[in-house]
Protein backbone atom coordinates (compact mmCIF):
# COMPACT_ATOMS: atom_id res chain seq x y z
CA UNK A 1 0.00 0.00 0.00
CA UNK A 2 0.85 3.28 -0.37
CA UNK A 3 2.60 5.66 2.49
CA UNK A 4 0.00 8.88 2.98
CA UNK A 5 1.35 11.80 4.57
CA UNK A 6 -1.21 14.42 5.89
CA UNK A 7 -0.08 17.81 6.92
CA UNK A 8 -0.83 19.46 9.35
CA UNK A 9 -1.43 17.10 11.98
CA UNK A 10 -3.57 19.20 13.66
CA UNK A 11 -4.54 22.94 13.97
CA UNK A 12 -6.41 25.53 15.85
CA UNK A 13 -8.01 28.46 13.69
CA UNK A 14 -10.02 31.45 13.77
CA UNK A 15 -13.29 31.81 12.41
CA UNK A 16 -13.92 33.33 8.74
CA UNK A 17 -10.46 32.21 8.22
CA UNK A 18 -9.62 29.37 5.81
CA UNK A 19 -6.88 25.96 6.09
CA UNK A 20 -5.18 24.37 3.86
CA UNK A 21 -4.48 20.50 4.12
CA UNK A 22 -1.86 18.82 2.17
CA UNK A 23 -1.72 15.08 1.22
CA UNK A 24 1.39 13.55 -0.50
CA UNK A 25 1.56 9.81 -1.70
CA UNK A 26 4.87 8.35 -2.22
CA UNK A 27 3.08 6.28 -5.51
CA UNK A 28 0.98 7.56 -8.33
CA UNK A 29 -2.50 6.28 -7.56
CA UNK A 30 -5.68 6.91 -9.59
CA UNK A 31 -7.73 8.38 -6.96
CA UNK A 32 -8.01 10.39 -4.04
CA UNK A 33 -10.52 11.19 -1.73
CA UNK A 34 -11.48 13.49 1.13
CA UNK A 35 -13.27 12.25 3.96
CA UNK A 36 -14.36 14.16 7.41
CA UNK A 37 -14.95 13.10 10.77
CA UNK A 38 -16.86 14.46 12.69
CA UNK A 39 -16.22 14.01 16.89
CA UNK A 40 -17.15 10.77 17.49
CA UNK A 41 -18.65 9.88 14.19
CA UNK A 42 -18.01 7.88 11.24
CA UNK A 43 -15.97 9.09 7.86
CA UNK A 44 -18.39 11.32 5.61
CA UNK A 45 -17.03 11.32 1.32
CA UNK A 46 -16.78 15.20 1.01
CA UNK A 47 -15.14 14.58 -2.77
CA UNK A 48 -12.93 12.89 -5.15
CA UNK A 49 -10.05 14.79 -6.13
CA UNK A 50 -9.59 14.21 -10.14
CA UNK A 51 -6.24 14.45 -11.67
CA UNK A 52 -6.42 17.62 -14.17
CA UNK A 53 -10.24 18.08 -13.66
CA UNK A 54 -12.50 19.34 -10.89
CA UNK A 55 -13.44 17.16 -8.16
CA UNK A 56 -16.28 15.53 -7.70
CA UNK A 57 -18.29 16.73 -4.58
CA UNK A 58 -20.83 14.41 -2.09
CA UNK A 59 -24.28 15.92 -1.34
CA UNK A 60 -23.99 18.26 0.78
CA UNK A 61 -20.52 19.73 -0.06
CA UNK A 62 -19.77 22.48 -2.22
CA UNK A 63 -16.55 23.74 -4.24
CA UNK A 64 -16.36 27.05 -2.79
CA UNK A 65 -16.73 26.40 1.25
CA UNK A 66 -14.00 22.67 -0.28
CA UNK A 67 -12.43 24.16 -3.23
CA UNK A 68 -9.68 20.94 -3.82
CA UNK A 69 -6.50 20.38 -6.09
CA UNK A 70 -4.74 17.96 -7.48
CA UNK A 71 -2.38 18.76 -9.82
CA UNK A 72 -0.54 15.42 -10.18
CA UNK A 73 -1.11 11.36 -9.12
CA UNK A 74 0.74 11.90 -5.62
CA UNK A 75 -0.69 15.05 -4.35
CA UNK A 76 -3.78 17.17 -2.89
CA UNK A 77 -4.73 19.50 -1.33
CA UNK A 78 -8.47 20.29 0.61
CA UNK A 79 -9.08 24.20 1.48
CA UNK A 80 -11.52 24.69 4.36
CA UNK A 81 -12.64 28.17 3.61
CA UNK A 82 -14.67 30.83 5.61
CA UNK A 83 -14.39 28.46 8.69
CA UNK A 84 -16.98 28.66 12.04
CA UNK A 85 -17.01 25.86 14.37
CA UNK A 86 -19.30 23.06 13.16
CA UNK A 87 -16.05 22.88 10.76
CA UNK A 88 -14.30 21.61 13.85
CA UNK A 89 -13.58 18.00 12.70
CA UNK A 90 -10.89 15.53 11.65
CA UNK A 91 -10.06 15.36 7.82
CA UNK A 92 -9.04 12.72 6.28
CA UNK A 93 -7.07 11.96 2.72
CA UNK A 94 -7.16 8.62 1.46
CA UNK A 95 -6.28 7.12 -1.64
CA UNK A 96 -7.51 3.89 -3.76
CA UNK A 97 -6.74 1.21 -5.32
CA UNK A 98 -9.76 0.32 -7.20
CA UNK A 99 -10.62 -2.32 -3.97
CA UNK A 100 -8.88 -0.96 -1.06
CA UNK A 101 -8.56 2.26 0.80
CA UNK A 102 -5.58 3.41 2.73
CA UNK A 103 -6.09 6.67 4.93
CA UNK A 104 -3.46 9.36 5.99
CA UNK A 105 -3.63 10.33 9.86
CA UNK A 106 -5.71 12.83 9.35
CA UNK A 107 -5.77 16.57 10.17
CA UNK A 108 -7.71 16.92 13.34
CA UNK A 109 -9.15 20.74 13.13
CA UNK A 110 -10.64 23.04 15.63
CA UNK A 111 -12.23 26.33 14.54
CA UNK A 112 -12.36 28.67 17.79
CA UNK B 1 -24.22 9.45 1.71
CA UNK B 2 -24.93 5.77 2.07
CA UNK B 3 -23.54 5.07 5.45
CA UNK B 4 -23.95 1.27 6.85
CA UNK B 5 -25.26 -0.20 10.00
CA UNK B 6 -23.10 -1.48 12.22
CA UNK B 7 -23.14 -3.51 15.18
CA UNK B 8 -22.66 -2.77 18.30
CA UNK B 9 -21.45 0.32 19.38
CA UNK B 10 -19.98 0.06 22.21
CA UNK B 11 -18.33 -3.38 23.51
CA UNK B 12 -16.87 -3.45 27.47
CA UNK B 13 -14.77 -6.88 27.34
CA UNK B 14 -12.57 -8.65 29.88
CA UNK B 15 -8.93 -9.15 28.26
CA UNK B 16 -9.04 -12.84 26.56
CA UNK B 17 -12.89 -12.79 25.64
CA UNK B 18 -13.42 -12.91 21.69
CA UNK B 19 -15.37 -10.28 20.19
CA UNK B 20 -17.63 -10.18 17.51
CA UNK B 21 -19.04 -6.91 15.73
CA UNK B 22 -20.97 -7.07 11.95
CA UNK B 23 -21.88 -4.63 9.44
CA UNK B 24 -25.18 -4.86 7.18
CA UNK B 25 -26.38 -2.69 4.03
CA UNK B 26 -29.33 -2.39 2.17
CA UNK B 27 -27.18 -2.57 -0.67
CA UNK B 28 -24.98 -4.95 -2.53
CA UNK B 29 -21.38 -4.68 -2.15
CA UNK B 30 -18.45 -5.58 -4.09
CA UNK B 31 -15.75 -5.61 -1.67
CA UNK B 32 -16.03 -5.55 2.25
CA UNK B 33 -13.14 -3.85 4.72
CA UNK B 34 -12.46 -3.82 8.45
CA UNK B 35 -10.70 -0.76 9.82
CA UNK B 36 -8.66 0.12 13.11
CA UNK B 37 -9.02 3.65 14.13
CA UNK B 38 -6.30 4.86 17.26
CA UNK B 39 -7.24 8.25 18.71
CA UNK B 40 -5.75 10.61 16.95
CA UNK B 41 -4.95 8.59 13.62
CA UNK B 42 -6.12 7.54 10.30
CA UNK B 43 -7.95 4.51 9.86
CA UNK B 44 -5.57 1.51 9.27
CA UNK B 45 -6.85 -1.28 7.03
CA UNK B 46 -7.14 -4.77 9.05
CA UNK B 47 -8.88 -7.22 6.29
CA UNK B 48 -9.96 -6.55 2.62
CA UNK B 49 -12.38 -9.19 1.43
CA UNK B 50 -13.28 -9.66 -2.07
CA UNK B 51 -15.65 -12.53 -2.66
CA UNK B 52 -19.11 -13.34 -1.10
CA UNK B 53 -19.15 -16.37 1.08
CA UNK B 54 -15.11 -15.69 1.69
CA UNK B 55 -13.81 -16.15 5.70
CA UNK B 56 -9.99 -14.28 5.95
CA UNK B 57 -8.23 -13.86 9.04
CA UNK B 58 -5.51 -11.93 10.23
CA UNK B 59 -3.39 -13.23 12.95
CA UNK B 60 -6.51 -12.92 15.88
CA UNK B 61 -8.89 -11.14 13.37
CA UNK B 62 -11.58 -13.45 11.19
CA UNK B 63 -13.24 -11.49 9.07
CA UNK B 64 -16.36 -13.00 6.59
CA UNK B 65 -18.24 -12.02 3.66
CA UNK B 66 -22.05 -12.20 3.95
CA UNK B 67 -22.87 -14.94 0.86
CA UNK B 68 -25.76 -12.01 0.29
CA UNK B 69 -23.31 -9.60 -0.12
CA UNK B 70 -25.34 -7.06 1.97
CA UNK B 71 -23.48 -7.89 5.09
CA UNK B 72 -19.89 -8.75 7.18
CA UNK B 73 -18.78 -9.94 10.44
CA UNK B 74 -15.73 -9.40 12.40
CA UNK B 75 -14.01 -11.59 14.90
CA UNK B 76 -11.46 -10.75 17.68
CA UNK B 77 -10.27 -13.65 19.19
CA UNK B 78 -8.05 -13.72 22.79
CA UNK B 79 -8.82 -10.13 22.81
CA UNK B 80 -5.73 -7.91 24.59
CA UNK B 81 -5.28 -4.25 25.81
CA UNK B 82 -4.17 -3.09 22.49
CA UNK B 83 -7.06 -4.00 20.63
CA UNK B 84 -8.79 -1.16 22.46
CA UNK B 85 -10.36 1.00 19.66
CA UNK B 86 -13.05 1.91 16.86
CA UNK B 87 -13.57 -0.40 14.36
CA UNK B 88 -15.10 0.41 11.05
CA UNK B 89 -16.61 -1.32 8.36
CA UNK B 90 -16.26 -0.27 4.85
CA UNK B 91 -18.13 -1.20 1.56
CA UNK B 92 -17.10 -0.81 -1.96
CA UNK B 93 -19.54 0.48 -4.78
CA UNK B 94 -18.09 1.22 -7.71
CA UNK B 95 -14.76 3.44 -7.34
CA UNK B 96 -16.83 4.36 -3.50
CA UNK B 97 -16.26 3.34 -0.44
CA UNK B 98 -19.35 3.73 2.11
CA UNK B 99 -18.48 3.03 6.08
CA UNK B 100 -20.40 2.04 9.19
CA UNK B 101 -20.94 3.90 12.23
CA UNK B 102 -17.93 2.40 14.05
CA UNK B 103 -17.49 0.01 17.16
CA UNK B 104 -15.85 1.16 19.63
CA UNK B 105 -14.07 -1.70 21.64
CA UNK B 106 -13.06 -1.20 25.46
CA UNK B 107 -10.61 -4.54 26.99
CA UNK B 108 -10.50 -4.07 30.54
CA UNK B 109 -7.08 -6.03 31.89
Known amino acids: SAVISQKPSRDICQRGTSLTIQCQVDSQVTMMFWYRQQPGQSLTLIAT?????????ESGFVIDKFPISRPNLTFSTLTVSNMSPEDSSIYLC?????????FGQGTRLTVV | GQQLNQSPQSMFIQEGEDVSMNCTSS?????WLWYKQDPGEGPVLLIALYKAGELTSNGRLTAQFGITRKDSFLNISASIPSDVGIYFC?????????FGTGTSLTVIP
Open chain 2, 27 to 31: SIFNT
Open chain 2, 90 to 98: AGRSGNQFY
Open chain 1, 49 to 57: ANQGSEATY
Open chain 1, 94 to 102: SDSTGTTAF
